[in-house]
């Protein structure tokens, strides 16, 4: 059998507390996946986004690391140097975030940005990268992508903002696209297309997709599989279209408190803490 894309085993990520201890955010976290779409789950606070950023070498001082196996495409990334890091980060594994202002540089234009993989990552010539980026915008559903190429990235709407930053990030052809909130910064229609600019662009270029969501809906309706992230912990894996019908009790709460058109960009609801307790006592 083909060899899996991403293998995490035992994946945690702790910090250190006040009181001299450590606090574990992600706790002992394992998965593997290949090209379908697989969405993580889970309340604020879950360990969704460090999980990520554990993948991308990106957890922040004086945050630790530890694995016994993170391996992208039969490949260890532990104990990778900063500038192996750098180089897997856009090369081999791309991250959208929520909010493209912080993902942008404000005083370079956006040509230049998209451009900044293709310098990092490949040997192509001035001309090549410029043919590229303008592909890309164009391919990310930007009209006009020559005059959008001059702009700054405060001139961009939200929407364009995150078809700049999804461009910028694809560019390379990373082999993994980790997507955490890719779309809670903006309005419910502009939700569904972007998300759905990523699945085709994802598939198209035979990429595998992680996307991460407070929404179990739009899980539902896009991933393949879904995890389900419970207090640093992988407490369910499942196929998306059985999310309605979970026989766990974590993913029946989450679904039957998901958000409606009217509280989206809430945050979930938590579990009360009796239920929290009973979770924790079966060891979820
Ligand atoms: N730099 C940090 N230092 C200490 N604790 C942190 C740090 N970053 C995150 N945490 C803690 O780690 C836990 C997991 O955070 P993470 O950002 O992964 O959650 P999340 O599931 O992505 O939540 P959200 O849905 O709100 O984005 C949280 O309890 C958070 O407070
Ligand atoms: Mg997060």
């Not at 957890?59 to 490949?75: C, D, F, K, S």
């Not at 997709?209 to 995890?227: C, K, R, T």
Request: aromatic content about 4%; hydrophobic content about 45%.
């Amino acid at each position: 059998m083909a060899e899996p894309l991403i293998e995490v085993d035992g994946l945690t990520v702790r910090f250190p507390t006040a009181d001299g201890g450590w606090s574990t955010v992600v706790d002992g976290v394992r998965f593997a996946a290949g090209y379908e779409r697989l969405a993580i789950v889970g309340e604020s606070g879950s360990g969704k986004s460090l999980t990520a950023r554990a993948i991308l070498g990106l957890v922040p001082a004086p945050g630790q690391v530890t694995a016994e196996r993170l391996h992208l495409a039969g490949r260890d990334l532990r104990n990778l140097t900063p500038s192996a890091w750098e180089r897997v980060r856009g090369a081999e594994i791309g991250l959208v975030l929520q909010d493209p202002r912080f993902a942008l540089n404000p005083l370079h234009r956006v040509g230049r940005q998209v451009e900044e993989a293709l310098v990092l990552h490949t040997s192509l010539g001035r001309a090549e990268r410029r043919e590229r980026a303008l592909d890309m915008l164009d391919a990310v559903g930007l009209e006009r992508p020559r005059d959008v190429y001059h702009l700054f990235p405060g001139q961009l709407s939200g929407g364009m903002g995150q078809r700049v930053m999804i461009a910028a990030m694809l560019v390379a052809r990373p082999k993994l696209l980790i997507a955490d909130e890719p779309t809670s910064a903006l309005d419910e229609n502009l939700r569904r297309q972007i998300l759905q600019l990523i699945a085709d662009l994802a598939e198209r270029h035979h990429m595998g997709l992680i996307l991460i969501s407070h929404d179990l809906q739009q899980v539902a309706d896009f991933a393949d599989e879904v995890i389900v992230m419970f207090r640093g912990r992988i407490v369910d894996r499942r196929g998306a279209r059985d999310l309605a019908h979970s026989s766990n009790p974590y993913t029946a709460m989450l679904w039957n408190c998901r958000p409606s058109a009217a509280t989206y960009g809430t945050r979930l609801p938590t579990l009360a803490a009796a239920e929290r307790e009973a979770l924790d006592d079966r060891g979820a």
